[in-house]
């Protein structure tokens, strides 16, 4: 008995395979805003969802799916840098809300400036290749 593999399972697993290697294969967007910015790329997304408004550590570190201890250090630093700012939670004050600074604010969109950059070789395919790239993307990420 000869097993014929699933063609439409491996053209997805290779266009996957591509996907992956573009986002996360050479880094380069990664390597830029961490030098860019002098931090580590998880400091620098622990920024940006500060950013995005108020958060209470707790919040945090569900968002950065991390542990509390270790969100907490990584808040110390910001806040040493002058990026955030930590005050009582009013709803709960054994608890603090983390805020961003404007010094902060501004890091953070420097940060999101440089990870928007598309990679050169997305930027050197024809037009209509980008038009049929994005409907695919939008397609997928607005699937349920």
């Known amino acids: 008995m000869t097993i014929t593999p699933d ?9 996957w395979t591509n996907l992956r290697e573009v986002v996360l294969g050479g880094n380069e967007r990664r390597k830029e805003v961490v030098e860019a910015l002098g931090m580590s790329f998880f400091r620098i997304k622990a920024l ?3 950013a995005q408004g108020p958060i209470t550590l707790r919040d945090l570190a569900d968002r950065l799916v991390t542990d509390r201890p270790y969100t907490t250090l990584v808040v110390d630093d910001l806040e040493g840098r002058g990026l955030v700012a930590r005050t009582a939670n009013p709803a709960d004050r054994r608890s603090k809300i983390v805020t961003v600074t ?6 953070a969109q420097r940060a999101t400036e440089i990870l928007s950059t598309p990679p050169a070789a997305l930027l050197a395919l024809p037009e209509e290749d980008l038009a049929t790239l994005d409907r695919i993307m939008t397609a997928i990420t607005e699937a349920p």
Do not use: D
């Open 102 to 107: 404007e010094t902060g604010r501004a890091a």
């Open 48 to 50: 940006r969802h500060i």
């Open 7 to 15: 063609i439409t399972s491996e053209t997805a697993r290779r266009a």
